[in-house]
């Protein structure tokens, strides 16, 4: 079985230039989480899909992160304009179910904004 | 109290000793407490996980005990190996699912 894929694995950037992730989640799992990773410190999730529809995005920065997963199966996550404070490993997971407690987690995207 | 707290930072053990690693919380409606691992480049990947109903848990060299009343749960490793070497985290969730994660501890185990 594939795992989650993510690409890029590594970006650096400039502030206030944009840039977008994509992420390939298990096949079948209809629930997808990306989730942002700060060196030496837990994943905060970011927003959460149950297929194409957004379950939550409370902790997602709206005014400048966007995220879409439009046929229900991959998604991308899109930062706009970046900032400093926004580097960090984007990591994308997926489940099989809303209410499937195990998530599976893709490698990561690493972002450097200079 | 959405927290959970996690300690150590950081365990250096020798070949074949015990590791424990420490997490609490608040929220008495968490029903599930997974334990993470990770290694460098790497996402996270379930390790083994426990419900409130149960005490311990064990598979292999690693258990999971569970202390309702303190609020509080352990990883420990037996017979821990240089490949144990990872980030480990803790988390709980509740019934809408999300995981709250602890801060990690890195974990090193010497030769």
């Known amino acids: 079985e594939a795992g989650v894929a993510q690409s890029p694995r590594y970006k650096i950037i400039e502030k206030r230039q944009s840039v977008a992730f994509w992420c390939n989640p298990i096949s079948g799992h209809a629930t997808l989480y990306w989730y942002q990773q700060i060196l030496g410190q837990g994943p905060k999730l970011l927003i959460q899909?149950?297929?194409?529809?957004?379950?939550?995005d409370s902790q997602l920065p709206k005014d400048r992160f966007s995220a879409e997963r439009l046929k229900g199966v991959d998604s991308t996550l899109k930062i706009q304009p970046a900032k400093l404070e926004d580097s960090a490993v984007y990591l994308c997971?997926?489940?099989?179910?809303?209410?499937?407690?195990?998530?599976?987690f893709g490698p990561g995207t690493r972002l450097t904004v200079t | 109290q959405q927290q959970v707290k996690q300690s150590p930072q950081s365990l250096i053990v020798q070949k074949g000793g015990i590791s424990i690693i420490n997490c609490a919380y608040e929220?008495?409606?968490?029903?599930?407490f997974p334990w993470y691992q990770q290694f460098p480049g790497k996402g996270p990947a379930l390790l083994i996980a426990i419900r409130p109903d149960v005490s311990e848990k064990k598979e292999g060299r690693f258990t999971i005990s569970f202390n309702k009343s303190a609020k509080q749960f352990s990883l420990h490793i037996m017979d821990s190996q240089p490949g144990d070497s990872a980030t480990y985290f803790c988390a709980a969730s509740y019934s809408n699912y999300q995981l709250i994660w602890g801060a990690g501890t890195k974990l090193i185990i010497k030769p």
């Open positions: 997971a997926s489940s099989l179910a809303q209410g499937d407690y195990e998530q599976y």
């Open positions: 929220n008495t409606a968490f029903d599930y």
């Open positions: 899909f149950q297929n194409n529809g957004v379950v939550d």
